[in-house]
């Protein structure tokens, strides 16, 4: 039941998986998440291709706000490049900035995507919102220590996810 609840609507390894044309039409606002997404976590350098992606979502007509449950240097420089909100220590996947985000925006939830790379924070916090839901891949297999156990859990589900889409 639980492994249910946390399926993504859509696994993708890249940026470049996601089509940019039908997706800012259908989610015109898409929260993105910072650690292992759009910055590498052990490294703390940019993903380029997230960046090339996010910039022409923007020229498309969409909006982005960067959400993460850490705070780091980098994901400033990443808004700012970007010139989008950032929300750090966002306490997902019950974030009340989910709310003012929309509020701010003036978004529905149906018009709303998320793109993370964890089930537990980034796509629970977009299921229980009833936003669509795109899963990235982690951007590196390492991770902390607490989220170690998580990760190997969620790359099984993952998995069984991809057999049944």
């Known amino acids: 039941m639980f492994k249910s609840i946390l399926k993504p609507n859509r696994i993708v390894a890249s940026f470049s998986e996601l089509s940019i044309d039908s997706l800012v039409k259908r989610f015109p ?3 993105v998440d910072c650690d292992n997404t759009l910055i590498f976590k052990t490294s703390h350098s940019i993903n380029e291709e997230g960046i090339r992606w996010i ?8 909006t982005v706000v960067l959400i993460s449950n850490n705070a780091h240097p980098i994901f400033k420089v990443c808004a700012q490049q970007l010139e989008c909100e950032l929300f750090e220590v966002a306490f997902k996947p019950v974030s009340l900035y989910y709310r003012k985000i929309l509020k701010h925006h003036h978004r529905t939830p149906q ?3 998320v ?3 964890q089930l537990l924070t980034d796509i629970l916090g977009g299921k229980l919102h009833r936003f669509y839901t795109i899963y990235h891949k982690p951007l590196t297999s390492k991770d902390v220590g607490y989220n170690g ?3 190997r859990i969620e790359k099984k589900w993952i998995k069984e996810y991809e057999q049944h889409m």
Not at 55 to 62: A, I
């Open 29 to 31: 606002l898409a929260l």
């Open 115 to 117: 793109i993370g790379d």
């Open 149 to 151: 156990v998580i990760r």
């Open 55 to 62: 910039l022409k979502y923007q020229e498309m007509g969409g």
């Open 111 to 113: 018009q709303t995507m």
